[in-house]
Nanobody, 123 residues
């Protein structure tokens, strides 16, 4: 079992930066791939970024490459999503996710989900 709790969302202006955090609990967490997906109103949930348990592999959606950075601190059981150069189209609820296979995360699916945190980017 893995429990995930996101924080750090908010209202920012276009061009601003924001860092999301995901606090995880559960002894199995260090063995899981973790990532972020997002869902805008009226749209399907989409993959944003993922990172392997050993920090070697990262994967990003084309829409956020070069602007977002995913990282994790296994000692703190925390995953981060640093978002820069935010755009209004980044507005969505951001969900932290964990899975035993990174290919699951890339398809915006997961074994475990957090409750989500709202990010709103005004123009």
């Amino acid at each position: 079992q893995v429990q995930l709790v996101e924080s750090g969302g908010g209202l920012v202006q276009a061009g601003d930066s924001l860092r999301l955090s995901c606090a995880a609990s559960g002894r199995a967490f260090p063995n899981y791939y973790v990532g972020w997906s997002r869902q805008a109103p009226g749209k399907e949930r989409e993959f944003v970024a993922a990172i392997s348990w050993n920090l070697i592999t990262t994967n990003y959606a084309d829409s956020v490459k070069g602007r977002f950075t995913i990282s994790r601190d296994n000692a703190k059981s925390t995953v981060y999503l640093q978002m820069t150069s935010l755009k209004p189209e980044d507005t969505a609820v951001y969900y932290c996710a964990a899975a035993q296979n990174i290919r699951i995360l890339i398809t915006a699916k997961a074994d475990y989900w957090g409750q989500g945190t709202q990010v709103t980017v005004s123009s």
